[in-house]
C-alpha cells in the first residue's frame, strides 16, 4: 500500500485507488449517509462513520447525609401535609341498602352506556337477571362488559358516568326479587 501523502497512479493491486477513497470519504461527509460497502470482484471497501460506543465508566457517588433535612417553607405559602386521596373521606360513609353488591373486577373507567348517545344498561328500578350487562370498565384501552351474576331489581346505581374505579369497589346494588 502506498503512502497517504504521494500521488502514485493506480495500479491493478490497488483496485479502488487512493484518489477514489478520497474523494468517496469527501462525498460521504458532505451527506447523511453513515455506512456504505463497496465489492469490486473479491475486494471489498466497508466505510462507517459515527460514534462508537463508549462502555460507561462507573460513577462514585457522594455519600448520604446522615439526617434529613427538613423541608424549608417559601415565604407566603403555607406548607400542608401531603395526604393520599383514598385516606381522605368525602363526607360520612356510603349505607348500602340490603342486596347483592356487584363490585368492580378491575381498575379503570366505568361508562354505564356503551357509547354516550346509548341509554345505560341499567337504571335504579330496573329488573336484571344474570348474565346481563350493568356497564363497561375501559382498562389498558380495553372496553370490558360487566355482568351481573345475580337477579333481581337495582336498588341503588353507586358510581357516576366516566368515573374512575378501584378494584372491589361496589358499582350497584341488586334486591332479590
Known sequence: MSDATSDTPETDADVFGLSTVRELLRLIGQSDITEILIERGETKLHV???????????????????QPMAPMPLPGFPVQPLVAPAAAPEGPPVELPAGHTITAPMVGTFYSAASPKDPPFVQEGDEVRAGDSIGIIEAMK?????????????A??????????????????IEPL
Open 48 to 66: 462507517k462513520r459515527g460514534h462508537s460506543i463508549v462502555a460507561p465508566q462507573p460513577m462514585a457517588l457522594a455519600p448520604l447525609m446522615q
Open 142 to 154: 380495553m372496553m370490558n362488559e360487566i355482568e351481573t351474576d345475580f337477579a333481581g331489581r337495582v
Open 156 to 173: 341503588r346505581v353507586l358510581v357516576k358516568n366516566g368515573q374512575p374505579v378501584e378494584y372491589g369497589q361496589p358499582l350497584l346494588v
